[in-house]
């Protein structure tokens, strides 16, 4: 009986939060500029999904919202249904902006500072040994593979060094603004003045409070678009290093196991791997073996790095 009366009341409560949840929902949608329910949110979160391998945590609502809304606005568009229909039927430009306002793009200078004297002994260590090539695979708007270009300067003491460096993205908004290497100087914060002197041109006039990476190390760096969940890539190793950071954390444990096992082949056998500081690769350990802080080798590697 006292079973009996429970059930009841836990249907009626669940009832009661679907209905006040519904009621919440509509109210929100009155004062909102575009119509745009749960039931499309889910859909971005499949499409980004599908597209991308972001998995969208549920909270991310308000963001999806504000990020998609501007895509809407431009389009002339009311509901979001409308628009994720568009995107559906496979609209290619579309596709490309509504990838690039879901990506997260926070990046720095030297961002994980231990990587770069790791680098540095890497690229050292090859001296001699002909060109080093470098692929920097989630390279955002460019403070990443500037990092590792500077890194070579230093290492070989010339402006030449006999490096190159592959810079990957998905986002091609990103892209462009790693293109031209063009940073508010409050990005250099961190960087030694001696860096900020060798590597930066301030900007003057209209362009005060800017600086501009210099020539000689954009010339180091190839950008190209890149979409690390294709079956393919338009890319030819054997890189010395990958730097794959911080990008694994939106992809589940399958895609990251697939995206490592087409790593396996591009990588130099005495390569080295970085990964992200929450980025932990223990169930790819058949294919890639830690040696150091977020550093990985190949589980074939002949050299063993130090940690
Ligand atoms: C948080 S940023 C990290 C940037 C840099 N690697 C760092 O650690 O500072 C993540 C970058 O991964 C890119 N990204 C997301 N999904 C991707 C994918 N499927 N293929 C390639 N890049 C992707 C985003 O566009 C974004 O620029």
Redesign the pocket.
């Known amino acids: 009986m006292i079973d009996g009366l429970q059930a009841c009341s836990a249907q009626a409560i669940g009832q009661l939060e679907r209905q006040t949840h519904e009621v919440i929902e509509r109210t929100i949608e009155k004062g909102r500029e575009f119509a745009f329910t749960s039931a499309d949110f889910e859909r971005v979160r499949k499409l980004i999904y599908g597209r991308?391998?972001?998995s969208l945590s549920p909270n991310k609502h308000e963001m999806v919202y504000s990020r998609l809304g501007r895509r809407l606005r431009t389009l002339g568009l009311s509901h979001f249904s409308d628009y994720l229909t568009l995107l559906e039927h496979g609209d290619a430009v579309e596709w490309e902006a509504f990838t690039n306002s879901l990506?997260?793009?926070?990046?720095?200078f030297f961002?994980?500072e231990h990587h770069f004297p790791v680098l540095a002994e890497l690229l050292q260590r090859n001296k001699g040994t002909g060109p080093i090539s470098l692929w920097?695979?989630?390279?955002?708007t460019g403070?990443?593979p500037y990092s590792m270009a500077m890194t070579a300067v230093e290492a070989f003491d010339t402006f030449k060094p006999p490096v190159k460096i592959l810079a990957?993205?998905?986002?091609t908004n990103?892209l462009m603004k790693a293109r031209q290497g063009v940073y508010s100087i409050d990005r250099l914060e961190k960087v030694s003045q001696e860096r900020k002197r060798r590597f930066f041109l301030r900007g003057k006039g209209a362009s005060s409070g800017q600086v501009r990476v210099r020539d000689e190390l954009r010339a180091l760096i190839e950008y190209r678009p890149?979409?690390?969940?294709d079956a393919s890539w338009s890319v030819r190793g054997p890189f010395h290093a990958i730097?794959c950071?911080?990008?694994m954390i939106?992809f589940d444990k399958p895609t990251q196991y697939d995206i490592l096992r087409k790593f396996v082949p591009l990588l130099h056998p005495d390569g080295l791997l970085f990964a992200?500081h929450s980025e932990s690769f223990h169930h790819a350990a058949d294919l890639f073996r830690p040696c150091g802080k977020t550093v990985y080798q190949g589980v074939a590697a002949r050299h063993t790095a130090g940690s």
């Open positions: 991308a391998g972001i990506t997260t793009n926070l990046t720095a961002r994980e920097c695979s989630a390279a955002s403070e990443e990957t993205d998905i986002d990103v890149l979409n690390l969940l730097f950071r911080n990008v939106y992200g």
